[in-house]
């Protein structure tokens, strides 16, 4: 567009040139005509023969002619001057862009040849640093990040709900719905026709294959509305152990591509680490859930027990017994502990209890329900030396509540469901992380002065916070926590006791739920006042 501009200007003045020359030559000859008296002065100007004029008025008519013609040079030549100077500004940007090389990693995906170069680019390029893609932001406190919102190709888990919205809602909003298809549509074309600096070798039959939207497996999003919107994505075939990760990033402008990289998830050992403390019951529980995901499906998983005091041990020493004969399984360990319960404390233990090198590992509770899609989560979202992964569990509502009009809640399997009325997202519990222990023993662990419940998941989320490393906080669908009755101890500090009473009034029921229980009365007295009325006009 630049080049055809110039040389438009440059044929403008070839023939502004031509004009002015052609110009020129008719002044000059009406100048020589002018000045040039005949030898016959009637023949020159009709209807004066006769009449005698002076040698002055003939010189003051020639000066107006010469003024006249003057000033009309003196216009071309201004006019030239300018054209002059926008030909030259337009060189002088054909110029810089021709020189202007695009930083790399940046390149857009809609089209640009229209934009102006220079500071467009190096803006967005600086926003994309700004978005915590390459390195992680130092944040004052844990209500300082902002949580991506998790999606899929049909439902959309966000945190924030407000009144009207959701824990899970399909994107019903066309906009939002086009822009997560825009999203997935622009990943498959980057997995799908691959740079030179995305790293795909040619040789890799893997890599040749064909990716659709059938192979999406999961997204991440979050919006700061002061640097623009990043997407996390990932893909995978069917039974397959290999990812394709795609980050792209719109900065309030087009959609840019940020890398794609392949994730090889095959030799990804999870060390989960459950701390524990009588609850031998829920153990159980656990345990099936363990088997059905972990041994049955995953088989890349280690199962690491710290049990607090004596009581129960035995039972649950016999049943990872159990569970190891009949599943040909022996990757666990059971470290008895006789000190009193410390969560932290416990996660401790089994971190430093690891002695195999590195390992991923997931802090879990005994009441946490997971599937098989979130240990691919745990494996796509933490990266040594640069990323942790902190999920938002939905935490599960009382079932005696939440299902008290049956006579019997339905089975475990069947309560896992993202409703209003059937749970929340816990985004005030920082407990359940997937991270590396080398980053876990770098950061400095847990803080083992606090005893109890609560504070010491929080101490240890700020201080990631505070770090380099990038914490990728977003609502997983395929994460549970389970509905069991807390007691808070007296022998809690007046923050965690606090912390406790919160935990413990949320989790009992929905608003609306909690609502029908503090009315009930008032309630049962108008069902009371409707039964006697309709009973009195029937005997009328």
């Known amino acids: 567009m630049m080049s055809r501009r110039g040389l438009t200007f440059h044929s403008r003045l070839r023939w502004l040139c031509l004009g002015f020359v052609l110009l020129l030559v008719v002044v000059l ?31 003051a008519l020639l000066q107006e002619q010469e003024e006249r013609h003057l000033n009309r040079a003196t216009s071309l030549k201004h006019q030239i001057a300018q054209l002059k100077q926008e030909l030259q500004e337009m060189s002088d940007k054909l110029k810089l862009l021709q ?42 406190s844990e209500y300082a990040l902002i949580p991506f919102e998790s999606f899929t190709t049909s439902k959309v888990y966000q945190l924030e709900m407000g009144l009207t919205r959701h824990p899970e809602e399909k994107p019903v909003r066309r906009d939002r719905r086009d822009e997560l298809v825009e999203v997935v549509e622009a990943a498959l074309d ?4 691959p740079d030179e600096e995305d790293g795909v070798e040619e040789d890799v039959p893997m890599q040749r294959q064909t990716y659709t939207e059938g192979h999406f497996a999961e997204g991440l999003y979050r919006t700061e509305r002061d640097k623009g919107t990043l997407y996390e994505l990932f893909f995978a075939k069917d039974d397959s152990s290999s990812f394709r990760h795609v980050t792209l990033f719109r900065p309030f402008g087009p959609l840019m591509k940020v890398r794609s990289t392949s994730v090889e998830t095959m030799g990804m050992v999870i060390n989960i680490i459950v701390p524990l403390a009588g609850r031998v019951e829920t153990f159980s529980q656990f345990l099936q859930n363990f088997r059905e995901v972990c041994i049955q499906q995953d088989r890349r998983v280690h ?12 039972e649950v020493k016999s049943s990872l017994e159990k569970m190891s004969r009949e599943e040909s399984f022996s990757n666990f360990t059971l ?45 796509l979202h933490a990266t040594p030396k640069k990323r942790v992964f902190y999920p938002v569990v939905f935490s599960l509502y009382n079932p005696a509540i939440v299902y008290g009009n049956l006579d019997l809640a339905p089975a475990i399997e069947l309560q896992l469901i993202h409703k209003k009325d059937t749970g929340f997202w816990r985004d005030f519990g920082f407990g359940m992380t997937c991270q590396y222990r080398s980053d876990f023993l770098n950061i400095g662990g847990f803080d083992l002065e606090v005893k109890g419940w609560g504070v010491e998941d929080v101490h240890l989320y700020r201080k990631y916070l505070r770090s380099d490393l990038i914490v990728t906080r977003t609502p997983v669908s395929s994460l549970f926590h389970l509905w069991h009755e807390k007691q808070c101890a007296d022998e809690l500090t007046p923050e965690q006791y606090r912390m406790c009473i919160q935990s413990k009034a949320m989790n009992e029921a929905s608003h609306s739920h909690l609502g029908m229980l503090v009315f009930r009365e008032e309630i049962e007295a108008h069902l009371r006042k409707q039964a006697f009325k309709t009973q009195s006009k029937t005997e009328n």
């Open 190 to 193: 980057i997995i799908n026709n």
């Open 303 to 314: 199962l690491t027990v710290v049990y607090f005091g004596q009581e129960g041990l035995q």
């Open 99 to 140: 020189d202007k090389q695009e930083p790399p990693g940046l390149q857009g995906l809609a089209e640009t040849k229209d934009q102006e170069p220079g500071d467009l680019l190096e803006y967005l390029h600086s926003q994309i640093h700004k978005a915590e893609v390459n390195t992680g932001s130092r944040y004052p």
């Open 29 to 59: 000859f009406v100048y020589l005509h002018e000045c040039t008296p005949p030898a016959d002065i009637s023949m020159v100007l009709p209807g004066l023969a006769g009449e005698n004029y002076g040698k002055e008025y003939y010189q």
């Open 335 to 379: 470290i008895p502990v006789d000190e009193e319960f410390s969560r932290g404390r416990g996660l401790d233990i089994g971190a430093h209890a690891w002695t195999k090198g590195d390992v991923l590992m997931f802090f879990c509770d005994v009441d946490i329900h997971f599937s098989l899609e979130f240990l691919n989560s745990c494996r």
